[in-house]
């Protein structure tokens, strides 16, 4: 059975702290995938990543970075939280050879106050 | 720019009748179309989907329809059942680049 896990269900976090998301699939996947779900808004890519070390933007990356040492970990990072990052924070991966059938993680809520 | 619209935020059908979820899209250069399903507290689970190719997908009681030219899809659910009730992502995709979601529609199946 697929699995893609999130190392949190609820975060809260107070402005300015460094926010990390963890997020580590099991099926050997190449791509993985950060979103945040607002209401009205649907899920927007953060950032994606193809291979280990590699990264790309997605259309709402300021803000945020990611970290993809190991090719089953997916980090997000929050430099600096701010109150606008409060959002649903869902991991994804999908393979190679079907990157559009995406495995999602449960999602971490984070608050930040 | 929402180039994926869900107009839609939430529909309630009775038990045994269709469910019929839109979705709207802006850029012609999308070539697969899929719907997710989210259920409280869980992440999104892939549905259905649709190649440009086709019209028409169907698995058991999920059908997708595709009309290009309106760039418009549309999930059929029949009959709806009340585990259906959840929230529904249409999503569009080209070319190796990321996918893009819709607001989503949360379908409430009253027994």
């Known amino acids: 059975d697929v699995k893609v896990t999130q190392s949190s269900r609820y975060l809260v976090k107070r402005t300015g702290e460094k926010v990390f998301l963890e997020c580590v699939q099991d099926m050997d996947h190449e791509n993985m995938f950060w979103y945040r779900q607002d209401p009205g808004l649907g899920l927007r890519l953060i950032y994606f990543s193809y291979d280990v070390k590699m990264k790309e933007k997605g259309d709402i990356p300021e803000g945020y970075s990611v970290s993809r040492e190991k090719k089953e970990r997916f980090s997000l990072i929050l430099e600096s939280a701010s109150t606008n990052q409060t959002s649903m924070y869902l991991c994804?991966?999908?393979?190679?050879?079907?990157?559009?059938?995406?495995?999602f993680g449960p999602g971490t809520r984070l608050t930040v106050l | 720019d929402q180039q994926v619209k869900q107009n839609s935020p939430s529909l309630s059908v009775q038990e045994g009748r269709i469910s019929i979820l839109n979705c709207d899209y802006t850029n012609s250069m999308f070539d697969y179309f899929l719907w997710y399903k989210k259920y409280p507290a869980e992440g999104p689970t892939f549905l259905i989907s649709?190649?440009?190719?086709?019209d028409k997908n169907e698995d058991g009681r999920f059908t997708v329809f595709l009309n290009k030219s309106a760039k418009h899809l549309s999930l059929h659910i029949v009959p709806s059942q009340p585990g259906d009730s959840a929230v529904y992502f249409c999503a569009a995709y080209y070319n190796n680049n990321d996918m893009r979601f819709g607001a989503g529609t949360r379908l409430t199946v009253k027994p």
């Open positions: 649709i190649s440009s190719i086709k």
């Open positions: 994804a991966s999908s393979s190679g050879l079907v990157i559009n059938e995406q495995f």
